[in-house]
């Protein structure tokens, strides 16, 4: 059975976390109707979790950002304009170059939760770009959240970063005291 041509399947590898399962698309007049578990997929054989299946929500929910923004209220403040991706970049690059200036490359570090693999390799090249030693893999990421949270990670670094950081720093990034 063919399907009309408003309509097709792509084979494909879901992106929605680092086990990169194997997945068909079903997609009707150009937009991504269906995401379902490739059942030809050698790794998981047709099964997709809920991330996978909820793709085509998460890709057209009318609140996902398609666009940089930038806070221009205080924090909380929900005032933001939007950017051009230029402008963003520069601003970043910008501003992480002034932390690693001024407070070293130790001081930076890169985090990559469970997206998709290829994303691991990307921040740690941004981490070694910018001199720091200071990577969290994914891998890590879904434990380290209990590490993280408890507040020994913050008072490792802290320690480390205590001479060069002021009371009023610390206390504009949130961290627990």
Not at 7 to 13: A, G, L, Q, W
Not at 55 to 70: F, G, T
Request: proline residues 6%; positive net charge; contains cysteine.
């Amino acid at each position: 059975m063919s399907l009309p041509e408003t309509e097709k399947v792509v084979r494909s590898i879901c992106q929605a976390c680092h086990c990169e399962c194997g997945v068909l698309i079903e997609v009707r007049n150009g937009k991504v109707v269906n995401v379902k578990g490739d059942p030809d997929h050698p790794m998981n054989r047709g099964f997709v979790c809920i991330k996978g299946r909820v793709q085509p929500e998460v890709l057209y929910h009318p609140d996902r950002l398609l666009y940089p923004l930038k806070q221009t209220g205080g924090r909380g403040s929900g005032k933001w304009v939007r950017v051009t991706w230029d402008q963003a970049l520069d601003e970043i690059a910008g501003r992480l170059t002034t932390i690693r200036e001024k407070y070293g490359p130790e001081s930076l570090a890169t985090i990559h939760g469970t997206g998709p693999r290829s994303t691991t390799i990307s921040t740690a090249l941004l981490a070694n770009a910018l001199g720091s030693p200071n990577v969290i893999r994914g891998d890590q990421a879904s434990h380290d959240h209990r590490f993280l949270g408890s507040g020994d990670f913050v008072s490792h670094i802290l320690k480390e970063a205590d001479k060069k950081l002021s009371l009023r720093q610390k206390s504009a990034l949130h961290l627990p005291k």
